[in-house]
């Protein structure tokens, strides 16, 4: 996966769009951290991806304490 700034994603907004819709995954990074993924409404995600992401969603709430797992969600912290 190829990832790019935010500020990077905002000037070639088009061009990934357009990569992403013949398959590529683009990871747009805020302060240096994973923020987003643009991906084709085609792409198959396996199984696999979707229960490692959930994992690490509950791992992430497991350290942060206290903090609800949709609550989160909600903040797009995960």
Do not use: N
Not at 18 to 39: D, F, M, N, P, Y
Not at 47 to 52: G, H, K, L
């Amino acid at each position: 996966m190829r990832t790019v700034g935010l500020f990077e994603a905002k000037q070639k907004l088009s061009e990934l769009v357009e990569r992403a819709s013949e398959g590529e995954r683009i990871g747009i990074t805020r302060r240096g951290k994973l923020a987003a993924v643009i991906v084709s409404p085609h792409s198959k995600t396996t199984v696999d991806e979707i229960f490692y992401g959930i994992d690490k969603i509950q791992k992430r709430a497991r350290r942060t304490k206290r903090i609800a797992v949709k609550r989160l969600i909600e903040e797009g912290r995960v």
